[in-house]
């Protein structure tokens, strides 16, 4: 990881001896900061990789021979730092007040200071500490090497309902949880060819999956419960930038412990922000979107169905996937604060010979700025393929996430 470090270290040095920051940002040589150069430069200042890069011509993106340039170096991510706000923010008000201009000596922007944070930047998960995780399921944790920031998820949702006339309460609970036990996310590439991709890194994680109701009475509520030991391979290089292949297997009950049954899994999921799959670019002040679709294959053996809804002594080999679209809504004033999601869940049963299908679609609000905590609206419809039950419903949620 040292060439690009040496390289925007070079870069930066070469500047200061040329010209100014502000100077090297005056695109059209007017001696004036207008808004377009003011949001590359904030661009800028939020990813040292992007600065480094961004050159063929300085637009705030990457081209793809830009990107070509990176993977020719070493292996980078663009990241983005919450200090720019407070950093770049009284530029863009002076923007304001002068007529979209801001003259370049009254432009005082510095990059010294950052360029420690340069080598985390660039190896996000080598950095990345976090072994727990708490999520809404399995899709909001298909990454164990912290790819997925708690910010951009839907998060763990316990909903509590008490009817007073039969005197009965009832908890719906949506909750995925993982530890990872093992993870080498940045094993070196050595010479590895990136046109035809090879090993980035791996990982192994136990996780449980619990979405149902729980409650008090004699009812039967229908729930499901998974444990299990997930191991992932990213794979870098090839036609995509990244790509996720996980396989694991699971215990299968309910909440009660009635259940019984085993299961088996596999997924694939792609990892390229040039094409918003899996990882927004942020390249747009109104609207930052990335898809994540996740193909899948589960076999399920089921023994004794308890308060699942599924079928006794019953195997289901579920073909299909998780297509999620996630959108920041106007992300230069909220950052990742405030998002919406849609989703649609997919299933051929090849044994059954059934189609389950279920979509939703939320608003989401992150409490905190870490995005541990979130208000979300959010309407469901369909069949989950983890009970065979039809529903459709909206909810109001108080989300945790980890």
């Known amino acids: 990881m040292t ?25 059209n040589h007017d001696g004036y900061l207008d808004e377009r150069e003011m949001h590359i430069l904030a661009l800028h200042y939020a990813s040292p990789v992007l600065r480094a890069y961004d050159v063929d011509p300085t ?36 923007l304001s007040q002068d007529k979209g201009r801001v003259p370049i000596k009254d432009a005082n922007i510095d990059f010294d200071g950052i360029d ?15 072994k727990l995780f708490l999520r809404r399921d399995k899709v909001d944790m298909s990454l164990y090497d912290n790819t997925l920031g708690a910010e951009q998820a839907k998060g763990a949702s316990i909903q ?45 994680a136990a996780y449980s999956d619990l979405a149902g109701e729980f409650g008090t009475g004699n009812r039967d509520l229908e729930s499901n419960a998974e444990i299990g030991l997930d191991a992932q391979l990213q794979l870098q290089g090839g036609l995509l930038r990244y790509t996720y292949v996980t396989a694991g297997a699971y215990y299968l009950t309910d909440f009660h412990g009635e259940a019984s049954g085993y299961g088996f899994q596999a997924t694939v999921q792609p990892y390229d922000e040039r094409y918003h ?72 049963d090849a044994i059954g010979e059934r189609f389950v299908d279920q979509y939703g679609a939320g608003l989401f609000y992150n409490v905190d700025t870490a995005g541990n905590t979130s208000v979300s609206a959010e309407y469901v419809y369909g069949t989950d393929r983890k009970k065979l039950q039809h529903e459709e419903k909206v909810t109001l949620n108080f989300n945790v996430k980890y």
């Open 3 to 27: 060439v690009p470090v040496v390289s925007l270290l070079a870069l930066s040095s070469a500047a200061a001896a040329e010209e100014s920051v502000a100077e090297r940002y005056d695109l």
């Open 59 to 94: 637009d705030g993106k990457l081209s793809a021979k830009e990107i070509h340039a990176i993977y020719e170096t070493a292996e980078s991510r663009l990241t983005d730092d919450e200090s720019v706000q407070a950093t770049v923010g009284p530029l863009y008000d002076k």
């Open 116 to 130: 420690a944070a340069i080598e985390k930047d660039l190896e996000p998960e080598c950095s990345a500490k976090q």
């Open 160 to 204: 509590v309902d008490h009817d007073y006339i039969a005197g009965q309460t009832t908890a719906t609970i949506d909750a995925a949880t993982a530890i990872v036990l093992f993870r080498n996310a940045c094993p070196d590439p050595g010479a590895q060819d990136i046109a035809e991709g090879f090993l980035a890194g791996y990982s192994l």
């Open 277 to 348: 799959l899996g990882i927004t670019r942020r390249d747009n002040p109104y609207i930052s979107w990335y898809v994540t679709p996740i193909l899948r294959v589960d076999s399920v053996q089921v023994n004794d169905g308890g308060f699942t809804g599924l079928a006794d002594n019953t195997r289901y080999l579920w073909l299909g996937g998780d297509f999620e679209l996630t959108a920041f809504l106007y992300p230069e004033k909220f950052g990742h604060r405030f998002y919406a999601k849609a989703n649609a869940n997919l299933y051929w």
